[in-house]
Every structure is written in C-alpha cells, then in structure tokens.
Antibody, heavy 123, light 113 residues
Framework: EVHLLESGGGLVQPGGSLRLSCVAS????????MNWVRQAPGKGLEWVSI????????YYADSVKGRFTISRDNSKNTLYLQMNSLRAEDTALYYC????????????????WGQGTLVTVSS | DIVMTQSPDSLAVSLGERATINCKSS????????????LTWYQQKPGQPPKLLIY???TRESGVPDRFSGSGSGTDFTLTISSLQAEDVAVYYC?????????FGQGTKVEVK
C-alpha cells in the first residue's frame, strides 16, 4: 500500500526557513508527479506546488512563488519543500500527495495523501 | 485563476436520506484532449487527510461506496450521497485540475440531522 510520511515541520519565526520532507514507499516514486497541499488551522485546502516525476517541471501557487522550492530525490524516494521568507499566513498543515497517473492531467488528481506536518510561523 | 464555489457551506441530512453538494467553476474545466471534465471531489474527516472520492467529475475511485456519485459538465457539478451513513460525516471539497494553480472549493460540511 502506498505510504507517504511528511516531516520537518515546526515553529519558525517570520522571515525564517524550513525544509519539509516526504518519504514515499510502495510505489515507483520516480514515475509519478508529486504535490504539496496545505491547510491552515480550521480552513480549507490550498494547493502549493507540483513536481513532475523526473523533477524537470514544477509549478507553484502565486502565494508561494519565489519563496518556496519543490524538489525531489528519486534515489531516496523523497519529496522536498524548501520554504524561505516564511510569513504568518504560511502557518498550516502541509500534506504531500501523489498524482493518480504519471503524466498530466492525471498527475493532478491526488489519490494518496500523507498525514501532514505542521508549520507554525510566529514570533 | 479558476474560482471554485461550493454550495451550501453546510448541510444536515437524516441518516438514509440524500445529500447533494454543488460546485461551480468560474470557467469551463472541460479538458479538450479527452473530453472529460477536470473536476475532482475529496472527502476529509476530522483529523484525517483528504481522501479521493470522484475524479473526472463522475469516476468513482476504487473502494468508494456506490452511494457516492458525481455529475455535471462545463462549470456546474454535483456530488450526491444517495443514502447518508454515519461514516459520511465529513467536509467535502471540489477541486479543478484543468489549469494551474489547482484550486479547491471552500468546502461543504455534512452532518447528521
């Protein structure tokens, strides 16, 4: 069964940085696009970013563009999200999620999600 | 960006009764290459990550009970729970994957009356 385990969340001051990780197992990681989706406390879902299976293609929400960088290490079955210049409004539970297919548009249908890692930006 | 608007924000339905959630997109999400609507429904129970229910507007994910169905085309979509069960209490989100950024509706909370 597909398993996704996020880590790296925590409390960080405004302007600070964090790197989130998501370790994947039980599927051919390099064959599937991966996404980050976040959820502020008590709020709805917000898509953050996507990366293709090869890592060559990436897209971002406007709210994080220029501050966040998505990447992956297929040799380690691991997805990353480098978050810089963090703001209070970035406070959220961050989920990694796998696309249902390897290529677009199916890569944007999210069929497996991790449990999330909580990022809190506060002084 | 494509704006997704769900209605209602919440609804309470008796066990065994039908629940209907609507989702409207600010522009068509019909994917021309396969003539399918790029509309997905997710279910999120308290303390859990979202779960994929329906994709391509009407395709039920494997393992999802057949009391869940999706319909609609273009800009107007519906998720129907034909006979509400206690375990269906959750927040339901529609989502478009037609274009970036992917966007979600604000969510509809379903409770038992």
């Amino acid at each position: 069964e597909v398993h996704l385990l996020e880590s790296g969340g925590g409390l960080v001051q405004p302007g600070g940085s964090l790197r989130l990780s998501c370790v994947a197992s039980d599927f051919t990681f390099s064959s599937f696009a991966m996404n980050w989706v976040r959820q502020a406390p008590g709020k709805g879902l917000e898509w953050v970013s996507i990366i293709s299976g090869s890592g060559d293609d990436t897209y971002y929400a406007d709210s994080v563009k220029g501050r966040f960088t998505i990447s992956r290490d297929n040799s380690k079955n691991t997805l990353y999200l480098q978050m810089n210049s963090l703001r209070a409004e970035d406070t959220a539970l961050y989920y990694c999620a796998k696309g249902i297919e390897a290529l677009a548009p199916g890569s944007r249908i999210l069929d497996h999600w991790g449990q999330g890692t909580l990022v809190t930006v506060s002084s | 960006d494509i704006v997704m608007t769900q209605s209602p924000d919440s609804l309470a339905v008796s066990l065994g009764e039908r629940a209907t959630i609507n989702c409207k997109s600010s522009q068509s999400v019909l994917y021309n290459s396969n003539n399918k609507n790029s509309l997905t429904w997710y279910q999120q129970k308290p303390g859990q990550p979202p779960k994929l229910l329906i994709y391509w507007a009407s395709t039920r994910e494997s393992g999802v009970p057949d009391r869940f169905s999706g319909s609609g085309s273009g800009t107007d979509f519906t998720l129907t729970i034909s006979s509400l069960q206690a375990e269906d209490v959750a927040v339901y989100y529609c989502n478009q994957h037609y274009s970036f950024p992917l966007t979600f509706g604000q969510g509809t909370k379903v409770e038992v009356k």
